[in-house]
């Protein structure tokens, strides 16, 4: 078998053919800018408010609560630079977890750098948040606490409707990094009080560069981008017309078929964790085994580097991940992986496959009998592997 098999998908998706398809006047012959004021630009305007109701419908939004923006790192880079300096004079404090994408945690970092404190509250080894440190943390200076919707590594998804009540019962806003649950988990951003939400196209079968943050009326932030008066003057920059365009197709989509979806991949998923579990010795399931995405699968396996697995993987045509893209590349053990209280280790032999509705069982066992013959050859060449299972046998 030499065709490739995709297990990637929380990196990235493929553009579905009806979102290239819906996409393509708007580069062909619509290509007008949609800030002009005679017809041909003007009329754009119509279609990318239509997309922009599909979207913000799809949460439970309005749709002037909806800014578009190039993606997920800009959304949560807004959310958080946005609010910090728009909070200032209220406060200083930022909560947010250990387990955030880099485009959160690196925005922390930054604002720490000048002059806000961050505390960043543990998980459990689910990777679910520490409900008490997060209230307990909670102080009159607070103005913003950030928890992701779900984990892009280990896929658990967060008890967000609490976190918000918790925020809001000490009058403090809720931003939430939806990126990996949009399109995959119901999400309605007002009975689960979320005043601010970052999604990303590009992992939900839209294209690359193109996302909103969510922003509740009522909640004001700072200006990110300055410029034109695009996006109700909080974010300007021409309108990427036909990644608008896409990402409203691709959320028509999504909300379509979410259930049917979500109950195909879930099957997948458990099928792949059940071979895992019962074939190769010593790997461990990372992450909440229900409270998770139906995509996701994250493991270990003693005594293997993550880096020779993916490699040895690639070369059997499966595209897979240690921990995440962003992070790959570096040798650092994931800092997920650690905070679920992994040893640095075994931290660093993490294999995450993700699935997708276009992926089939036989890839999946294909994926399977391939990995384990991997985990065994690798194995097989480790002295450590050697000793530990020496000691076993003495036992
Ligand atoms: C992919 C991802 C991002 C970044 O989104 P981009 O559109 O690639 O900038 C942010 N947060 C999470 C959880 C992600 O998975």
Same mark, same amino acid.
């Given at each position: 078998?030499?065709?490739?098999?995709?297990?990637?998908?929380?990196?990235?998706?493929?553009?579905?053919?009806?979102?290239?398809?819906?996409?393509?006047?708007?580069?062909?012959?619509?290509?007008?800018?949609?800030?002009?004021?005679?017809?041909?630009?003007?009329?754009?305007?119509?279609?990318?408010?239509?997309?922009?109701?599909?979207?913000?419908?799809?949460?439970?939004?309005?749709?002037?609560?909806?800014?578009?923006?190039?993606?997920? %790192?800009?959304?949560?880079?807004? $959310?958080? +630079? /946005?609010?910090?300096?728009?909070?200032?004079?209220? *406060?200083?404090? &930022?909560? #947010?977890?250990?387990?955030?994408?880099?485009?959160?945690?690196?925005?922390?970092?930054?604002?720490?750098?000048?002059?806000?404190?961050?505390?960043?509250?543990?998980?459990?080894?689910?990777?679910?948040?520490?409900?008490?440190?997060?209230?307990?943390?909670?102080?009159?200076?607070?103005?913003?606490?950030?928890?992701?919707?779900?984990?892009?590594?280990?896929?658990?998804?967060?008890?967000?409707?609490?976190?918000?009540?918790?925020?809001?019962?000490?009058?403090?806003?809720?931003?939430?990094?939806?990126?990996?649950?949009?399109?995959?988990?119901?999400?309605?951003?007002?009975?689960?009080?979320?005043?601010?939400?970052?999604? %990303?196209?590009?992992?939900?079968? $839209?294209? +690359? /560069?193109?996302?909103?943050?969510?922003?509740?009326? *009522?909640?004001? &932030?700072? #200006?990110?981008?300055?410029?034109?008066?695009?996006?109700?003057?909080?974010?300007?920059?021409?309108?990427?017309?036909?990644?608008?365009?896409?990402?409203?197709?691709?959320?028509?989509?999504?909300?379509?078929?979410?259930?049917?979806?979500?109950?195909?991949?879930?099957?997948?998923?458990?099928?792949?964790?059940?071979?895992?579990?019962?074939?190769?010795?010593?790997?461990?399931?990372?992450?909440?085994?229900?409270?998770?995405?139906?995509?996701?699968?994250?493991?270990?396996?003693?005594?293997?580097?993550?880096?020779?697995?993916?490699?040895?993987?690639?070369?059997?045509?499966?595209?897979?991940?240690?921990?995440?893209?962003? %992070?790959?590349?570096?040798?650092?053990?994931?800092?997920?992986?650690?905070?679920?209280?992994?040893?640095?280790?075994?931290?660093?032999?993490?294999?995450?496959?993700?699935?997708?509705?276009?992926?089939?069982?036989?890839?999946?066992?294909?994926?399977?009998?391939?990995?384990?013959?991997?985990?065994?050859?690798?194995?097989?060449?480790?002295?450590?592997?050697?000793?530990?299972?020496?000691?076993?046998?003495?036992?």
């Amino acid at each position: 078998m030499h065709k490739m098999i995709y297990l990637d998908n929380a990196a990235t998706t493929r553009v579905k053919p009806e979102v290239f398809d819906a996409m393509r006047p708007y580069l062909e012959e619509q290509y007008g800018n949609p800030a002009t004021s005679y017809t041909f630009g003007g009329n754009i305007n119509n279609d990318i408010e239509t997309a922009r109701q599909t979207i913000a419908g799809f949460i439970g939004a309005e749709s002037k609560e909806i800014y578009f923006t190039s993606g997920g %790192s800009e959304s949560d880079n807004w $959310a958080l +630079k /946005g609010a910090a300096s728009a909070l200032k004079a209220k *406060g200083h404090h &930022i909560i #947010t977890s250990k387990i955030e994408h880099h485009a959160v945690l690196h925005t922390c970092q930054y604002l720490e750098k000048n002059g806000y404190e961050v505390t960043y509250v543990n998980v459990d080894d689910n990777g679910v948040v520490d409900l008490q440190q997060l209230e307990a943390s909670i102080r009159p200076d607070t103005i913003l606490i950030s928890i992701m919707f779900a984990n892009n590594e280990i896929g658990t998804i967060q008890p967000v409707k609490e976190i918000a009540d918790i925020a809001h019962k000490h009058g403090v806003l809720f931003h939430t990094d939806a990126v990996q649950a949009y399109g995959h988990v119901e999400i309605n951003v007002k009975d689960m009080g979320i005043d601010m939400m970052s999604v %990303s196209g590009h992992k939900i079968n $839209a294209p +690359k /560069g193109i996302g909103f943050l969510y922003i509740r009326s *009522g909640v004001y &932030i700072d #200006t990110l981008i300055h410029g034109g008066a695009q996006e109700r003057g909080k974010r300007a920059g021409t309108t990427n017309v036909p990644g608008v365009i896409g990402l409203a197709k691709a959320t028509e989509l999504a909300k379509t078929t979410l259930s049917a979806r979500r109950d195909y991949e879930t099957g997948l998923r458990d099928h792949l964790i059940s071979r895992i579990e019962t074939e190769i010795p010593y790997s461990r399931l990372n992450g909440h085994r229900t409270q998770r995405l139906s995509n996701n699968t994250n493991f270990c396996f003693r005594f293997i580097e993550g880096e020779s697995l993916l490699i040895l993987l690639d070369r059997a045509g499966i595209c897979g991940s240690s921990g995440s893209a962003c %992070s790959s590349g570096s040798l650092d053990p994931s800092h997920v992986l650690l905070a679920i209280g992994l040893p640095h280790e075994i931290a660093h032999g993490s294999l995450r496959l993700t699935v997708s509705e276009d992926t089939t069982l036989e890839e999946i066992d294909y994926a399977v009998d391939q990995l384990k013959e991997i985990v065994e050859r690798l194995r097989s060449m480790s002295p450590l592997y050697e000793d530990f299972v020496k000691k076993q046998e003495a036992k």
